[in-house]
């Protein structure tokens, strides 16, 4: 089964700062990657969809790249509602997310 | 606009069993697979099950974790998914969510708000 890990675990960061968060797959899952958004006391919300492709909605700060085991979700210009929970997922064939990171804003 | 409405939810000991519920409208329920995610009091989320559509012959699929013990179904007249779940253990207490994915993304685009479920004597 395929594996997909979550780098760092949490994170600290200022309002207007550039954050970069990571997520590997044991296996290659070519662009099958989901990223998604939960903020305490919600249902998760799609951000990004095959890798790259931002979700009907999203900001433009939020960014995905990233192909075949490492995957990286970027948000320019953190904003203050942008503090959540931020999770990666294969979505093909099967539907494993990875431990999470936790976004906080100092 | 798409929801999803969960329902069913509550506390049940250690090996009884509960069936959840999940009301979608908004979209072609028909046309689409659902899932079920949950997630563990201040923990991650983890997929638990997916099925598809009558054209794939209902398929169902399930995390390890589950098989064997849960059960995935669809009444496509009514727009609802359920999950059967039997033989409950105490790590089976989450949140459940029902989720379905939007056209084009495989994703999961929709979520409801979640049932709880929890295991304990």
């Known amino acids: 089964n395929i594996v997909m890990t979550q780098s760092p675990k949490s994170m600290s960061i200022s309002v207007g700062d550039r954050v970069t968060m990571n997520c590997k797959a044991s296996q290659n899952v070519y662009n099958n990657i989901a990223w998604y958004q939960q903020k305490p006391g919600q249902s998760p919300k799609l951000l990004i969809y095959y890798a790259s492709n931002r979700y009907n909605g999203v900001p433009d700060r939020f960014t995905g790249s990233g192909y075949g085991t490492d995957f990286t979700l970027t948000i320019n210009s953190v904003q203050a509602e942008d503090a959540a929970f931020y999770y990666c997922?294969?979505?093909?064939?099967?539907?494993?997310f990875g431990g999470g990171t936790k976004l906080e804003l100092k | 606009a798409v929801q999803l409405v969960e329902s069913g939810g509550g506390l049940v000991q250690p090996k009884e069993s509960l069936k959840i519920s999940c009301a979608a409208s908004g979209f072609t329920f028909s046309n689409a697979a659902m899932y079920w995610v949950r997630q563990a009091p201040g923990k991650g989320l983890e997929w638990v099950a997916r099925i598809r559509t009558k054209p794939n012959n209902y398929a169902t699929y399930y995390a390890d974790s589950v098989k064997g013990r849960f059960t995935i179904s669809r009444d496509d007249s009514k727009s609802m998914v359920y999950l059967q779940m039997d033989n409950l253990k105490t790590e089976d207490t989450a949140m459940y969510y029902c989720?379905?994915?939007?056209?084009?993304?495989?994703?999961?685009?929709?979520w409801g708000q979640g049932t709880l479920v929890t295991v304990s004597s």
């Open positions: 989720t379905a994915g939007d056209i084009g993304t495989t994703a999961f685009a929709y």
């Open positions: 997922q294969r979505i093909y064939n099967s539907w494993t």
